[in-house]
């Protein structure tokens, strides 16, 4: 129950947190809006961990990946008996696509995540990063304490409408076992490339 209270007043707060959008920097144009009949009804704002060691994962996201963090604040438990910390990081964009690092009160205390030794499986989720820089961030992100790397780079084909995309692709284990998928896309490139 104590947990369930935590959630429910980190949920509240992130609520919250999620409604105050950053106003474009100075002299920067507004992008136009997409017509209502093309807009999804939905982003996919962030994506929350619930992690064991928020330092140890910080190491990985925010030192080696590179990710910016936006929100590091204390929560304190409707109650009172408890805290958790939250972080909040992004990569290059300020209202979707970011990732919240999220130690409860008794995170510490949590055992080792039980995970294959070899890929994965049913049920795993993958996070997946673009970067026009896997050579430096691979081997950073690998070099992590408590990182396992699944696969080092290597190019993958795949089917698209009339174009095979040539995708170089690493996989790797954060410490509390989620799966972190870094690659860069050869061929279309992307627009940074």
């Given at each position: 129950m104590k947990t369930l209270s935590i959630i429910t007043a980190g949920l509240a707060a992130l609520s919250l947190a999620a409604c105050n959008d950053a106003p474009p920097p100075a002299g920067a144009a507004a992008a136009p809006a997409p017509a209502a009949a093309?807009?999804?009804p939905l982003d996919l704002r962030r994506t929350?961990?619930?992690?064991r060691d928020l330092d140890a994962s910080l190491?990985?996201?925010?030192?080696a990946l590179g990710m910016t963090v936006t929100y590091d604040?204390?929560?304190?438990?409707?109650?009172?008996?408890s805290q958790s910390r939250l972080v909040l990081?992004?990569?290059n964009d300020d209202r979707i696509g970011m990732l919240g690092l999220w130690e409860l009160a008794d995170a510490a205390d949590a055992p080792p995540p039980a995970v294959p030794d070899e890929g994965f499986e049913t049920g795993d989720i993958v996070l997946l990063?673009?970067?026009s820089e896997l050579d430096t961030v691979f081997p950073a992100a690998a070099e992590v304490p408590g990182v396992r790397v699944m696969s080092e780079p290597t190019m993958r084909e795949y089917p698209g409408d009339g174009v095979t995309y040539q995708v170089m692709v690493s996989m790797l284990r954060?410490?509390?076992g989620h799966i972190v998928e870094l690659n860069r896309r050869v061929y279309p490139p992307l627009?940074?490339?």
């Amino acid at each position: 129950m104590k947990t369930l209270s935590i959630i429910t007043a980190g949920l509240a707060a992130l609520s919250l947190a999620a409604c105050n959008d950053a106003p474009p920097p100075a002299g920067a144009a507004a992008a136009p809006a997409p017509a209502a009949a093309e807009r999804n009804p939905l982003d996919l704002r962030r994506t929350t961990l619930l992690v064991r060691d928020l330092d140890a994962s910080l190491a990985l996201y925010r030192d080696a990946l590179g990710m910016t963090v936006t929100y590091d604040q204390m929560i304190t438990s409707r109650d009172g008996s408890s805290q958790s910390r939250l972080v909040l990081l992004k990569a290059n964009d300020d209202r979707i696509g970011m990732l919240g690092l999220w130690e409860l009160a008794d995170a510490a205390d949590a055992p080792p995540p039980a995970v294959p030794d070899e890929g994965f499986e049913t049920g795993d989720i993958v996070l997946l990063f673009n970067t026009s820089e896997l050579d430096t961030v691979f081997p950073a992100a690998a070099e992590v304490p408590g990182v396992r790397v699944m696969s080092e780079p290597t190019m993958r084909e795949y089917p698209g409408d009339g174009v095979t995309y040539q995708v170089m692709v690493s996989m790797l284990r954060d410490p509390d076992g989620h799966i972190v998928e870094l690659n860069r896309r050869v061929y279309p490139p992307l627009d940074w490339d």
